[in-house]
């Protein structure tokens, strides 16, 4: 059982002879599966060959022409076989060999093979049966591979963090190697060609990248001078991170109940939330979706306050047409791995057009500091590690073709689910953009839905089971159940779908066809 | 009878005349040996390489004595230019 049931769980390294079995017109009808493998693996983001078999490939090709055609001279033999290296390697990444490789002296080459594999997380597709034999948890067949893959059950990922990595491995891989190289591990010059990248992209004039979207709010606040006592009105419909930074600094989250459509802060009920004490308003983009930013600014300009938007969900929305930092005083943004823009491990940023409070943010993040060992501010230790921002380097190049593949996936979603009197759907509004951050759909018995879900295969989420107003850590505030009954209800009716670019039209089906057989059963 | 054979594999095609050759005292007379390509012209093998690099015959990989043959040839040839 190596794969259970899965294809898309394993990637899978490409062995030699099926190179050559491809590449052979005798051999492609004496080995057919390989042909079908082959085929199959071509249109499938997850195959590798190993650096090892490129020149095994090469001399091997070489040779046999060399005995077909002896009258080919060398260049010619080399035009013919580099043409089909360049070929094979439009449909699969190169696996390098680790630096851990455990050398089996029977067999260099095969220990060289699984070697790379096990550091792709792959198993070998080979003919070899001494390899086969020898490494049954490591290999696989062109014949077990395509029965494997015709299984109808896909096993599907929420967010398939490992198959984006390996979509940008080798890119990755470069990224981090310069990094490795340099071994600026902090503040490297990665950190600068991120913010410049992200200026670049939201077109924003400053963005400072932090340690989390946790520090990034954190920061913002501490820039604007919120202190104990301070008020700051913000959603309950969020996740901790933005109240509890409101907390740490001492001072009072406020909350103002939501859109029942949007799901974010109904910015017809801020103005009642306005106190003299009133410092800030933290707008929260959910799912990806800004918040009524002209009605929440326009509040904001009448009281004096200041307005963060939290985007920890939303890098790369916009809101009539610009990116939400050009709508806030101070937006910020998260790069935990499961965000649309993730990296590998904590991240954020920071970004603003505001000369004052850039220079600002900059010293809190390091401690305050506005030359070495020289402290302005009482600040943080919360700078992003080089290692990240190179990662991220790699992953906003391509952010752009991301974004768009998951509003195809919300679209599809959307498509399919329509008319479902027992779903309620996300609702965009026009003038607005969202990165799907969640596709999160509301349903009665949810519950049992997502049991149901799970046992087909299929995660899903809920984003957030129990609002804030509600949480034990916020009953010094003195709400109770009932206070924001919009939020309320949502929290016991929302529920994530797999979101992500690499899911297939496949998977999306799959879910839909779920979901709407639970519902026929359940909700009746 | 007359039996004319198109041989695209020149190593092939050394085989076929070398098995006819042992046939010659049993009256098989090879009467014309054509050779269509003697000299490949760079600009026909980058139109054709597929259809000459999937012609070619291999020995199954897992042959150890093979690999190393393919090896020698390839870097000695390399190393003579």
Redesign the interface.
């Known amino acids: 059982m190596k794969l259970l049931g899965s294809i898309t769980v394993k990637n899978i390294l490409i062995d030699?002879?099926i190179l050559?079995d491809y590449?052979?017109?005798?051999?492609r009808k004496k080995y057919p599966d390989s042909i079908e493998a082959f085929d199959y693996l071509k249109y499938h983001n997850f195959a590798f060959v190993s650096s090892s078999s490129i020149d095994?490939f090469?001399?091997?090709?070489?040779?046999?022409?060399?005995?077909?055609?002896?009258?080919?001279?060398?260049?010619?033999k080399l035009?013919?076989?580099h043409?089909?290296i360049k070929e094979f390697l439009t449909f699969f990444k190169i696996a390098k060999t680790p630096s851990y490789l455990e050398i089996d002296y029977d067999d260099i080459e095969d220990s060289q093979l699984i070697a790379s594999a096990k550091a792709i997380d792959a198993l070998v597709l080979t003919r070899?049966?001494?390899m086969l034999n020898k490494y049954p948890d490591m290999t696989i067949s062109p014949k077990e591979f395509l029965k494997t893959s015709k299984k109808k059950k896909p096993k599907i990922d929420f967010a398939n963090l490992k198959k984006q990595h390996f979509r940008y491995y080798p890119e990755i891989e470069k990224s981090t190697d310069t990094v490795y190289n340099h071994s600026r591990f902090i503040m490297g010059p990665e950190i600068q060609e991120l913010e410049e990248n992200l200026c670049s992209f939201t077109k924003a004039k400053y963005a400072i990248a932090c340690s989390s979207g946790t520090d990034a709010l954190l920061l913002a606040m501490m820039a604007l001078d919120i202190k104990p006592d301070d008020e700051v009105i913000t959603t309950p419909f969020t996740f901790i991170a933005t109240a509890e930074t409101i907390a740490l600094l001492g001072a009072k989250p406020v909350f103002v109940d939501i859109d029942e459509k949007t799901y974010n802060i109904d910015a017809s009920k801020i103005e009642k939330a306005v106190t003299p004490k009133t410092k800030a308003i933290i707008s929260v983009s959910l799912y990806g979706q800004p918040s009524d930013l002209d009605e929440i600014n326009a509040i904001a300009k009448k009281y004096n306050l200041f307005h963060i938007i939290d985007g920890a969900q939303s890098f790369g929305a916009t809101y009539k047409g610009q990116a939400e930092v050009h709508h806030c005083d101070i937006y910020t943004t998260s790069f935990f791995p499961a965000k649309p823009l993730g990296c590998y491990g904590d991240g954020g940023a920071i970004l603003t057009n505001s000369d004052e409070l850039a220079q600002k943010i900059r010293m809190l993040r390091v401690h305050g500091q506005n030359k070495r060992y020289s402290h302005k501010y009482i600040g943080l230790g919360a700078r992003l590690d080089t290692i990240q921002a190179a990662i991220l380097n790699v992953k906003l190049n391509h952010y752009k073709e991301d974004f768009a593949k998951r509003n195809e996936v919300a679209k599809r979603y959307s498509e399919l689910l329509r008319n479902k009197k027992d779903i309620i759907l996300p609702t965009i509004k026009l003038d607005r953009t969202t990165p799907w951050a969640q596709y999160s759909i509301r349903i009665k018995n949810r519950d049992e839905v997502q049991t149901k879900l799970k046992d087909a295969g299929i995660p899903t989420a809920v984003h957030y089971p129990k609002p804030l107003h509600l949480q034990e850590c916020f009953a010094y505030l003195g709400n109770k159940e009932g206070d924001f009954p919009v939020a309320e209800k949502i929290s016991q009716e929302i529920m994530s779908l797999p979101m992500n670019p690499d899911l297939s039209e496949e998977e999306i089906e799959y879910i839909i066809f779920k979901i709407k057989e639970f519902i026929i059963n359940i909700i009746k | 009878m007359q039996l004319i054979v198109n041989i695209k594999?020149?190593?092939?095609a050394r085989k076929i005349i070398k098995l006819l050759n042992i046939f010659q005292d049993e009256g098989i007379e090879i009467i014309k040996k054509e050779e269509s390509?003697?000299?490949?012209s760079?600009e026909y093998?980058?139109e054709h390489?597929?259809e000459?690099?999937?012609?070619?015959?291999?020995a199954?990989?897992?042959d150890d004595e093979y690999?190393y043959?393919?090896?020698w040839?390839?870097?000695s040839?390399?190393h003579s230019?």
Do not use: C
């Open positions: 030699l002879n050559l590449y052979e017109n005798a051999r095994n090469e001399f091997i090709k070489y040779a046999t022409l060399s005995k077909a055609y002896p009258s080919l001279n060398r260049k010619q035009t013919i076989v043409n089909f070899d049966e001494k | 594999d020149e190593n092939l390509r003697k000299e490949w760079d093998v980058q390489w597929r000459i690099g999937m012609n070619t015959h291999s199954d990989i897992d690999l043959e393919a090896a040839e390839y870097y040839e390399k230019d």
